[in-house]
DNA sequence: TAGTGGTCTAGACCACGCA
DNA sequence: GCGTGGTCTAGACCACTAA
């Protein structure tokens, strides 16, 4: 019985080497790699190749070029982490945040969906919704009001009427077979409505951050459409911007 | 006198020309594209150069690739695409969401930093700022209320009274050698505030998304403080989140 | 097996930063 | 003017998909 080569491309390799390099030439920040036809000639590749490994190490931020002058170690390996472009459930958001998560039921109904919810979804003429809202808490306070859609199709059987998973990603993913893979996100000031206040005991007046998502499987399909009010009293929302 | 020719590299025509090719024959998501083969010979370049085009397009999203299959177009035709997540000037924001960027001046003025403005750009003890005032329109209707700082020192000379540039970058770029690359944001609903009323003339208790960031250079330099107050009606802020 | 994208070579010229 | 990275060509072989 043979087993399977995992064939690793030239470029691959000539990456590793380039970080062993930086490695015992204990390069700091800023400081000089080879030129490429050096990199070239010491590897035995061609430029192309050694070019594929330096564009791999500059996608994640490990080096930096500048035209006319050389090839650069970035500074330390990249401290900027936890920010709204990563997608997180909002269970480990609040964890991440300090607190303990916990879950207020408000209801799950399966609805007509919205004009919004057909384009974003692509759902079928006819196709119905399922909608789960609840309260999030943080440590016992209010953290986001959520509410939550997936197409009726995906869940078997009759519509829950409890869920025991804090996190949607988790049940969607046990009982549905989704995985949420990314996710586009519109972010709203507002305010809390009526229905807040009604259904979850809100306060009025109160300024609140929304997260209007569409939340996406690996092939692109929309699998959740997501409304999400986040108390900012609680939360930091950052972002790490890049050029 | 000679006016400066911009050259556009190769590879960028040949993707504004894929770019055309799916306009013209209304290629939907997950249509194919013609092999790279055909696209070299009726472009007339070079494989090389195709793909470079194709992994442009690759990396806006607007195409996948499939080994053995083909190229194919992403299900929304352009859905991902300036995110927040990516660092772009508010005139560019303003100018890619379809308006006409203008600028009114407030003031400029040399000032004594706040606290957190000591700790965010790392200043020393005594050190002063500069902060600029402005509201941004997008062709006339208010935009933006922008308060941007930065330390006294990278300004030559007095502090400025007026400012030609648009861009607060690009005033940085020209006048100080200064490049930002990167920055973190903190998105904070809030709302029009006394001095924002009386000295821009903004409603009041309208809803603001404010954008409380820190623009650094390449190498982690801390060089803006800035608070920018957008007017939700006029910006939808994306996000693109990636597991 | 044919057709597609993935990887790699060898060589050329261009654009930029700096002394 | 030299050394650096940026762009481009021509050609080759490999790996994967589907008929």
Redesign the interface.
């Known amino acids: 019985m043979k087993i399977k080569e995992k064939t690793v491309s030239l470029s691959t390799q000539a990456k590793k080497k380039i970080l062993e390099y930086i490695q015992e030439n204990e390069l700091k920040?800023?400081d000089q790699l080879p030129p490429e036809a050096v990199l070239m000639e010491s590897m035995g590749v061609s430029r192309h190749t050694v070019r594929e490994a330096l564009a791999l190490l500059e996608q994640e931020r490990i080096i930096?070029k500048i035209q006319g002058k050389g090839t650069f170690v970035s500074?330390p390996p990249v401290p900027?982490e936890g920010?709204?472009?990563?997608?997180e459930s909002i269970t480990r958001m609040i964890e991440n945040a300090g607190y303990e998560p916990g879950t207020r039921w408000i209801s799950i109904t399966e609805e007509n969906p919205s004009q919004s919810m057909v384009e974003k979804l692509a759902l079928q003429p006819g196709e119905t919704v399922v909608t789960f809202i609840r309260l999030r808490t943080a440590s016992g306070r209010v953290a986001a009001y959520c509410v939550d859609s997936v197409r009726r199709s995906v869940i078997q059987g009759p519509v829950p009427t409890a869920v025991m998973e804090e996190s949607m990603f988790e049940y969607l993913q046990k009982h549905c077979g989704l995985h949420?893979?990314?996710?586009?996100?519109?972010?709203?000031?507002?305010?809390t409505d009526q229905r807040m206040m009604e259904e979850a005991g809100m306060q009025k007046n109160q300024?609140?951050?929304l997260l209007h998502?569409v939340h996406y499987d690996r092939h692109?399909v929309p699998l959740i459409y997501s409304m999400d009010y986040f108390n900012?009293e609680l939360f930091?929302?950052?972002?790490?911007?890049?050029?």
Chains 1, 2 share one sequence.
């Open positions: 920040g800023d930096y500074i900027i920010g709204l472009e990563k997608l949420a893979e990314y996710a586009v996100a519109e972010i709203v000031p507002t305010m300024l609140l951050l998502q692109r900012p930091k929302f950052r972002v790490n911007r890049m050029k």
